[in-house]
Nanobody
Framework: QVQLVESGGGLVQAGDSLRLSCVASGRTFSGYRMGWHRQAPGKQRELVAVMRSGGSTNYADSVKGRFTISRDNVKNTVYLQMDSLKPEDTAVYYC??????????WGQGTQVTVSS
């Protein structure tokens, strides 16, 4: 069982930066694929960024060049650095952990609101 707790969300202006953190419980954090997802009101949840256990990453086209995912396996933490934020980045952001296929564990989410 893995428990995930996100933090770092807030209200910012367009162009600002935020760093989200997700702390995971459990001893096998390094073996998990970690993903950041987001869901805006009235929209489907989308995958924003993923970092696999080997360190490879992928990003949604909408955030490429602006967001960076990283992880610290000693601290059992995955981060999402978000720069040049836009109003359309407003959403609840969730981190998730998985081994293969679907994500098995989800955090409670943290709200990010970007004003224009």
């Amino acid at each position: 069982q893995v428990q995930l707790v996100e933090s770092g969300g807030g209200l910012v202006q367009a162009g600002d930066s935020l760093r989200l953190s997700c702390v995971a419980s459990g001893r096998t954090f390094s073996g998990y694929r970690m993903g950041w997802h987001r869901q805006a009101p009235g929209k489907q949840r989308e995958l924003v960024a993923v970092m696999r256990s080997g360190g490879s990453t992928n990003y949604a086209d909408s955030v490429k060049g602006r967001f960076t995912i990283s992880r610290d396996n000693v601290k059992n933490t995955v981060y999402l650095q978000m720069d040049s934020l836009k109003p359309e980045d407003t959403a609840v952001y969730y981190c998730a952990a998985g081994i293969a296929g679907a994500y098995n564990y989800w955090g409670q989410g943290t709200q990010v609101t970007v004003s224009s």
